[in-house]
C-alpha cells in the first residue's frame, strides 16, 4: 500500500517563499505529481519528477529524493492568487497505468 | 483543446437508488481515470479505463463500476447509494501511453444523497 503525509496548512506573506514537503512510503515507485486545486476548482498539474533532484518551472519548484521517499513544492515571490490547496500524488510502479495515489493536501493561505 | 468535461455537474439523489456519470476526455487521450473527493479522505483513486480495458482499480465496493465506449468517453455507475457516496466526484484524462504526462481533471460531478 501507499501512505502519503503532507502538512495540513501554511500561511504565508505575499511575496515571500514557502516550501511543502511531502513524505511518502510505498510498496513500488514510478513517479510524483503536484497539483493545485483552488477552492470548488479541479486540481490543475504543476510538476512532476520520477528522478531524483530538483525539477523548475517559473515561480514553482519540486525536488524529490527516492532514497529519502521526500519531495518538495517550493513557491516563490508568493501572490495572492496563490492561496489553495497544493496534492502531492504518487503513482506505484506495481500498477500498469495511472493509478495516483494522493496526500490530503495542504492548504496556503497566503496574506498581503 | 476542449478539456475535460463532466456531466452533470450537480446531482441529488436519494439512498438506495443508483447514478450514472459521464466524462468525455482531451480530444486524443485514451486514459481516464475517476475520483472521489471528500473533505475527510481528500482525493481516492475509483478505477482507470484505457482503450476501452480497465487497466487499474482503487478499493472500493462493487457498487462503483465503470465504462469507457470506443471514442474514450466513460461512465461511471454507483448502485444502491449510500449516504457516504455524497461526494465530488472527479475525472482525469492522460495520453495514456507515455506516463510522464499528467492527468487533466475536470470540474467535477458534485453528488448529494439524501
Known amino acids: 500500500g501507499q501512505n502519503i503525509d503532507q502538512p495540513t496548512e501554511m500561511t504565508a506573506t505575499e511575496g515571500a517563499i514557502v516550501q511543502i514537503n511531502c513524505t511518502y512510503q510505498?510498496?513500488?515507485?514510478?513517479?510524483l505529481f503536484w497539483y493545485q486545486q483552488h477552492a470548488g476548482e479541479a486540481p490543475t498539474f504543476l510538476s512532476y519528477?520520477?528522478?531524483?533532484g530538483l525539477e523548475e518551472k517559473g515561480r514553482f519548484s519540486s525536488f524529490l529524493s527516492r532514497s529519502k521517499g521526500y519531495s518538495y513544492l517550493l513557491l516563490k515571490e508568493l501572490q495572492m492568487k496563490d492561496s489553495a490547496s497544493y496534492l502531492c500524488a504518487v503513482r506505484d510502479s506495481g500498477a500498469a497505468g495511472n493509478k495516483l495515489t494522493f496526500g490530503g493536501g495542504t492548504r496556503v493561505l497566503v496574506k498581503p | 483543446k476542449a478539456g475535460v468535461t463532466q456531466t452533470p455537474r450537480y446531482l441529488i439523489k436519494t439512498r438506495g437508488q443508483q447514478v450514472t456519470l459521464s466524462c468525455s476526455p482531451i480530444s486524443g487521450h485514451r486514459s481516464v481515470s475517476w475520483y472521489q473527493q471528500t473533505p475527510g479522505q481528500g482525493l481516492q483513486f475509483l478505477f482507470e479505463y484505457f482503450s476501452e480495458t480497465q487497466r487499474n482499480k482503487g478499493n472500493f465496493p462493487g457498487r462503483f463500476s465503470g465504462r469507457q465506449f470506443s471514442n474514450s468517453r466513460s461512465e461511471m455507475n454507483v448502485s444502491t447509494l449510500e449516504l457516504g457516496d455524497s461526494a465530488l466526484y472527479l475525472c482525469a484524462s492522460s495520453p495514456g501511453g507515455d506516463l510522464s504526462q499528467p492527468q487533466h481533471f475536470g470540474d467535477g460531478t458534485r453528488l448529494s444523497i439524501l
Open positions: 519528477n520520477v528522478l531524483d
Open positions: 510505498t510498496s513500488g515507485f514510478n513517479g
